[in-house]
T-cell receptor, first 119, second 115 residues
Framework: AQTVTQSQPEMSVQEAETVTLSCTYDTSESNYYLFWYKQPPSRQMILVIRQEAYKQQNATENRFSVNFQKAAKSFSLKISDSQLGDTAMYFC????????????????FGKGTHLIIQP | DVKVTQSSRYLVKRTGEKVFLECVQD?????MFWYRQDPGLGLRLIYF???????EKGDIPEGYSVSREKKERFSLILESASTNQTSMYLCASRPFRDRGWETQYFGPGTRLLVL
């Protein structure tokens, strides 16, 4: 079974600062996907960024980028030029390839980090 | 845009009641999922469905069942609601092995309170 650990329950930064959210995971799979999802207050969960484990290049989406260290099983999210709208719960999630066996094909989530952007 | 809807945003039920949570997606996705979200625990998978009439248990299926009679609809059933099932329930869907298959799309959630 996979586990995902987010060690920062809550973080607070000033607007325009850069913030890094940490995530580590444990798995015996060699090929898998990693995700960061954002859940704004009382709003829908949305995908921020995803990373395929077989790709060495770190994924980037505008102000959001990841630092993927496969050997260390680490997958941190960096938010540059943070904005008030970035205030949300952020969840790191793991997914093995569908049909690879060993049980359900859903996402395994960390417990989340509550990120607060201060004006 | 993918749209996943859930029948209720808020629901209050009494202990012992049978509860149905409905989820509908409009993108012809094969796979659908039910998660529950609790503070400090993140999201945990209850059940998922590969396709119509197919289902598989997730990490915490006890006390729940599911139904998938049509491709677009996935129902979560609490046969006899208990107070420890008070939670936020999130539905998700994804295509199967099409472009973007690895991404799940979430509904807005149903906050269930069992008294």
């Amino acid at each position: 079974a996979q586990t995902v650990t987010q060690s920062q329950p809550e973080m607070s930064v000033q607007e325009a600062e850069t913030v890094t959210l940490s995530c580590t995971y444990d798995t015996s799979e060699s090929n898998y996907y990693l995700f960061w999802y954002k859940q704004p207050p009382s709003r829908q969960m949305i995908l921020v960024i995803r990373q395929e484990a077989y790709k060495q290049q770190n994924a980037t989406e505008n102000r959001f980028s990841v630092n993927f260290q496969k050997a260390a099983k680490s997958f941190s999210l960096k938010i540059s030029d943070s904005q008030l709208g970035d205030t949300a719960m952020y969840f790191c999630a793991f997914m093995k390839l569908p049909g690879s066996g060993g049980g359900a094909d859903g996402l395994t989530f960390g417990k989340g980090t509550h990120l607060i952007i201060q004006p | 845009d993918v749209k996943v809807t859930q029948s209720s945003r808020y629901l209050v039920k009494r202990t012992g009641e049978k509860v149905f949570l409905e989820c509908v997606q409009d993108m012809d996705h094969e796979n659908m999922f039910w998660y529950r979200q609790d503070p400090g625990l993140g999201l945990r998978l209850i059940y998922f469905s590969y396709d119509v009439k197919m289902k598989e248990k997730g990490d915490i299926p006890e006390g729940y069942s599911v139904s998938r009679e049509k491709k677009e609809r996935f129902s979560l059933i609490l046969e006899s609601a208990s107070t420890n099932q008070t939670s936020m329930y999130l539905c998700a869907s994804r295509p199967f092995r099409d472009r973007g298959w690895e991404t799940q799309y979430f509904g807005p959630g149903t906050r269930l309170l069992v008294l």
